[in-house]
């Protein structure tokens, strides 16, 4: 799972029937410290997730699918969770 | 680094692509030219070819999907398709 920070919301009328009722939100990858991990994507929310929020997003389509269940269609990003806070094992951390 | 293309992410279509002869699954299929979009709708990656499942036209700003998810976009889902047009973007609204 990756770890993104939501920048924004995406609205549309036209989408595949799979997105019916589904909100899509804008990420901007984040490294655990908040710099930049790659380009903005997009991804379903299943956790009423909302712009500021530092979420959890499950990247890989098997995954989703197991969420989703037959419903999973085209979806291969899905914010599974809001992330509270991050601890670095002290001993670790480089 | 997470590579764009390999999830689901922001387009402008600039153009289609007309490819008469093709793999069976692909028959009937639009398949339009896409430039990938960062968060300021800034081109970010290499043009692609993406099959089109909601009537985008040329300008549309729109999102995809990725990798294998995007031929489940399609009536037939096994498919040689890498990249999906599945949304228009009529609103986006950002604050990065």
Do not use: W
């Not at chain 1, 037959?70 to 991050?86: E, N, T």
């Not at chain 2, 430039?35 to 709708?41: A, G, M, N, S």
């Not at chain 2, 993406?50 to 009537?55: E, L």
């Amino acid at each position: 799972m990756r770890i993104a920070r939501v920048i924004g919301t995406v609205v549309g009328a036209a989408h595949h029937p799979t997105y019916d009722g589904r909100k899509v939100l804008l990420l901007k990858p984040e490294q655990p410290d908040g710099d930049s991990a790659g380009n903005a994507f997009v991804a379903v929310d299943q956790v009423q997730a909302g712009v500021g929020d530092r979420v959890l997003v499950l990247v890989e389509g098997t995954g989703v699918r197991q969420i989703l269940g037959a419903d999973a269609g085209p979806i291969r990003s899905l914010i599974v969770g809001i992330i509270d806070h991050i601890e670095y094992d002290d001993a670790q951390r480089n | 680094m997470l590579r764009t293309s390999a999830i689901m992410y922001l387009g402008r279509v600039i153009g289609n692509v007309v490819a008469s002869q093709k793999m069976a699954g692909l028959e009937g299929q639009i398949l339009l030219l896409v430039q990938p979009l960062d968060e300021y709708q800034k081109p970010c990656g290499p043009k692609e070819v993406a099959v089109d499942t909601v009537k985008a036209g040329p300008g549309s700003l729109v999102y995809l999907v990725g990798s294998r998810e995007a031929a489940l976009a399609l009536e037939q889902t096994f498919v040689p398709v890498d990249a999906a047009i599945v949304g228009i973007v009529d609103d986006l609204e950002v604050q990065v």
